[in-house]
């Protein structure tokens, strides 16, 4: 298990984007679930209690994205096999690529007025 753990384990290699899934399911979802609950009143700007709770969860997870990244660089110099190098240099490859969809898909969704 705690070799699972290890940034230069492949499975890394697709846990950015089971992050950014997972992050994009439930914002969606709670939007959702929050609209038809108790929608924002329309005259309202962007700055409603969803559109913070979504801009909060976007920057959180960005922010452990850009980590596991940097992790993921940090442990690839530290590696002595290529093969785990490798792996760990995808897998933080992967982290930024999934940072980046983050931001690209929660800067709209927090700057727009919900419920529209």
């Known amino acids: 298990m705690r070799r699972l753990l290890s940034l230069t384990h492949p499975i890394h290699m697709v846990s950015g984007l089971t992050i950014w899934s997972i992050w994009f399911v439930g914002i969606y979802a709670g939007l959702s ?34 980590w596991l990244a940097w992790a993921s660089v940090a442990a690839a110099r530290k590696a002595e096999l290529s093969r785990e190098c490798y792996f760990a240099y995808v897998s933080a490859g992967v982290f930024l690529f999934t940072a980046g969809g983050t931001l690209f898909v929660g800067y709209p969704i927090v700057f727009l007025p919900p419920c529209l």
């Open 33 to 66: 679930v929050a609209c038809s609950v108790a929608p924002p009143e329309p005259a309202r700007d962007m700055l409603t209690g969803i559109n913070i709770s979504v801009g909060v969860a976007t920057l959180v997870t960005t922010a452990l994205l850009l």
